[in-house]
């Protein structure tokens, strides 16, 4: 987790579409993932056959699951959660072949590269996690001399790598998202205020490149810094009346403020269309007036609604967000096990291009370690949100 990843939903099946060419995972009635390989070629690994023997190790192919336990505050709350939801996937995978070593990295680096090592020592095929980006980095430095893959939950792609795989939402795949819907439905002049921060210079960089491979231009991009940011609408506000449609990539802590400056600084807010980002993500936010009719990327709703009353029954209190990273992850190496053993988490399984489905929809590795999801695009309405464009079935070209 970045600091842009505290937010509850940065980091900050359905089916695969994989075809007998592929991998196939089946989003059965408990969103668990259920893995069934096709006959034929085209995947290599992956052909009919019995399920490969896990190895002489006891307890099947070893997992291990590092998360910042013992780091205090929000992030041990939100370690806590993905421990959680780990256990809740192998439980519904009803998986015997899979052995779960839970480490605690204690929220800093030497306690991730001493989990990482453990881990390894303890005979771990594949390591789940960390969550914090610096940790993510420093399990990797041990995880990948020893050629054990790693499936992380840090949302800075800069620590993804190959055999260092990334299952968070990324600040790119949000912002293409929204702005090629945004273009689809006639927006072409965009303009932004995006606050100076590295999630920031992230986002901005993402939004001129969208923009221009969108055929649209970019009127205004303005930077502010914390607290600068009523200064900031009020130096652009007059530019924005050549804008169609305005980028804010701020949480719920920030942006009711932007918005309120911009209405007091002349902006009319139902003329021009609000874009944001997965940071939009919260309930608190829906209810903002000058926010009605603004649109965001996001997994659709059902698969974290249902996930989260199966948690709620089996734990008796709600999960964070971004607990389904960590329910994902499980589910999909369980189901890797199942029918490949510990060859499952081979560079070629994981980094297939039909992807894998989970509880908050596609997603597909790429061999440098980043993703691609199957986002959709919600729209804020009446104190809810709505899906205007249904998240993707499959993965184009693949």
Known sequence: MSGSESNGHRVDVVKAQS?????????AGAVALLLGACTGAGFPGLEQSAPRSAGPTAGGVKIALILPLSAGGQTAVAAASLKNAGELALAEANSPNVQLLVKDDRGTTDGATAAAQEAINDGAELIVGPLL????????AVARPAGRPMIAFSSDASVASHGVYLLSFLPTTDVQRVVRYASQQGKHSFAAIVPDTAYGQITSGAFQEAVSSAGGRVVALERYAAGQGADTVKRVAPTLQQADSLFIPEGADGLPALLDALASNGVDLKKIKLLGTGVWNDPKLFRQANLQGAWFPAPETAGFAAFSQRYRA???SEPTRIATLSYDALSLAAALVRTQGSQGFSETVLTNPSGFAGADGLFRFHADGTNDRGLAVLEVRN????????????FSGS
């Not at 075809?19 to 989003?27: K, N």
């Open 314 to 316: 089996k734990f008796g």
């Open 383 to 394: 104190g809810a949100v709505a899906v205007v464009s249904p998240a993707p079935k499959s």
């Open 133 to 140: 980006a610096a940790n993510v980095q420093a399990a990797a």
């Open 19 to 27: 075809g007998c060419a592929g991998l196939r995972l089946a989003l």
